[in-house]
Each structure stands twice: as structure tokens, then as C-alpha cells.
């Protein structure tokens, strides 16, 4: 797992590795870019377990070779679990081509579920036998309305799905899957990259001259649906853009996220966004 892997991610994975008696091997990674096939190639070896990786690094935007490092991982015996929360909806993901083993994500980005809506898991169709879900909740019983004694999970990927789910915050999704169904994802990822490109772009004539640095990957090839720009500037200043109704992330220590969703965000928002950025930074700098 890596240093700059999403906290849930590496808490959950610290949890774990302390409850099993496991050592947590971490790959150090650059905050701007994210993890290389070559940094993975290092750490991957016969005694790893498992590698768990996000296919979009959170903050720096970051597109790891999902296929390569997929390869990586089974060449050394190991198993991989991709965290796909800023995937999902915004670049092109193909677990089965890849030969993934697992993976999960949030619905509440790129997917429009809002806070709170349901994570989602990919399990192999290989591994379904004998995968365990450890919360053995009611709905991942075979025939649950039996109510019957003794946990015996349902048949094929029901058998993954714990408690009751929210159903409030799937309706949404309703609607953004049948959108990303409808304009398909290798659409939706040129619209992505061209507005990505245009941010960077913006920052370039824009921020830069004002000592904002990009903090996300120059190349569109290596870089998901956002685009962080980095500032000492920045806590306080999101706070003042939040006011004005422009609505960036902070992410510590000084970075601004632009979450340009690909299938709502027009280019001229993305201008009136960098031009709100630049005319709060020029009180300040
Ligand atoms: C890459 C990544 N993983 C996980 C999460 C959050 O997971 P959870 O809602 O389960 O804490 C996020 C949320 O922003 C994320 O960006």
C-alpha cells in the first residue's frame, strides 16, 4: 500500500495488518504523482499478500497502470484490490481484461450518489467460491427472508452484501448510471481529458505566474478527472471561494482540487473557476 493512498484505505489496511499479525509494506509516494510501475515493481515480492491501490490517486489525479501492476502482482502470487472511488464514471476501468482480483468505490463522486450513498465491490467471478464476507449480515444469506439459523451465503457476487442497503442514496444513481451508460465512458473520458487539459492550461496563464504549482501529472495520459494546484495560500482562501459560490476541495497541506465531472462541467466554469482562484489570490500574494 502506499503513503499517499486515501486514509480510509491505509487505516483499514493498518487495522487489518495489526489483527493478523501482518507486515504493512509501504511504497512512498510522491504526493504530485502517484504510484509508478517501477515504484510497485520494487515493493511487489514473494511475500506479499496482497497490494492494495488506488486506480486514481486522490489527490494528485494519478493514473496508475491498473494492468501492469495487476500483472506485477500475480507474477509474485499476490492478490490485488483496487480502489476505483475516482475511476468510477471518469476513465475507462476494465477489472476482468486486467485479471483483477478485487476492487471497490464510492458512489458519491463521478457517480452523483451524494455523501452517504453505497460503496460498490468487484470480486473476480474466479474468487467468488471462496471469498468470505467477514460481517455476515442477513441479506448475504442464501434465501435471507428465511430468517433461518446458521449463515450460509447466497450464490455468486449476493454473497458479498452484508446488511440493508441505502436504498435512499441509490436512487440518484439511478439516473447517473443510466447517463455514463448512455454517453459511454470512452466519451465521457475524452470530455475528461479535454477539460483537464483546459484547467492545466488556465493554471498555466493564470495561477502560475502567481507561484501556484500543478500537483497533478502534466501528461493527460497519467492524469483521472481532477486537477490539484498547489499554493501556502490555499486553507484559507477555498473558505473565501466556497463564499462566492466557486466550490474547489482542500486537501492539506495546500493543495485545491478542481473535481471537473465530465459529463456536467462546461468549459466556461472551469474558466470562472480559475479566473475566482486568481482574483482571490491576487488580495493575498
Ligand atoms: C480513493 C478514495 N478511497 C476511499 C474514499 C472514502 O471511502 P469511505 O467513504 O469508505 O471512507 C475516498 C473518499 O474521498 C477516496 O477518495
Not at 474466479?126 to 450464490?155: I, K, T
Not at 439511478?174 to 475524452?190: C, D, F, K, N, S
Not at 487539459?197 to 501556484?212: D, I, N, T
Request: aromatic residues 8%.
Amino acid at each position: 500500500m502506499d503513503t499517499d493512498n486515501f486514509p480510509t484505505d491505509r487505516y483499514l489496511v493498518e487495522g487489518i495488518a495489526a489483527e493478523r499479525g501482518l507486515a504493512l509494506r509501504w511504497i512512498e509516494a510522491d504526493p504530485s504523482s502517484g504510484v509508478t510501475t517501477a515504484q510497485a515493481a520494487g515493493a511487489i515480492s514473494e511475500r506479499t499478500a496482497v497490494v492494495v491501490l488506488s486506480h486514481v490517486a486522490y489527490r494528485s489525479g494519478y493514473l496508475a497502470d491498473g494492468a501492469a501492476i495487476t500483472e506485477l502482482a500475480h507474477r509474485s502470487g499476490a492478490l490485488i484490490v483496487w480502489d476505483l472511488c475516482h475511476s468510477a464514471g471518469s476513465v475507462p476501468v476494465a477489472l476482468d481484461e486486467w485479471g483483477a482480483d478485487f476492487a471497490a468505490g464510492c458512489t458519491y463522486k463521478y457517480l452523483n450518489g451524494g455523501p452517504g450513498s453505497p460503496a460498490f465491490a468487484y470480486v473476480a467471478e474466479r474468487h467468488h467460491e471462496s471469498f468470505h464476507q467477514p460481517v455476515q449480515g442477513w441479506l448475504g444469506r442464501r434465501e435471507a427472508f428465511e430468517m433461518a439459523l446458521g449463515y450460509e451465503p447466497a450464490d455468486g457476487v449476493r454473497r458479498f452484501v452484508s446488511g440493508t442497503p441505502p436504498i435512499f442514496g441509490m436512487l440518484p444513481l439511478r439516473g447517473m448510471l443510466a447517463l455514463v451508460e448512455e454517453a459511454g465512458i470512452q466519451a465521457i473520458r475524452e470530455k475528461s481529458v479535454k477539460l483537464t487539459e483546459f484547467a492545466v492550461a488556465a493554471h498555466r496563464e493564470l495561477l502560475e505566474p502567481l507561484g501556484v504549482v500543478l500537483a497533478s501529472p502534466a501528461e493527460a495520459e497519467r492524469r483521472g478527472g481532477h486537477v490539484t494546484l498547489e499554493h501556502p495560500a490555499f486553507r484559507e482562501l477555498t473558505q473565501r471561494l466556497w463564499a462566492g459560490g466557486v466550490i474547489p476541495d482542500f486537501r492539506a497541506p495546500q493543495g485545491l482540487r478542481m473535481g471537473l465531472s465530465p459529463l456536467s462541467t462546461s468549459f466556461g466554469e472551469v474558466l470562472r473557476g480559475v479566473e475566482a482562484v486568481r482574483e482571490e489570490l491576487v488580495r493575498v500574494v
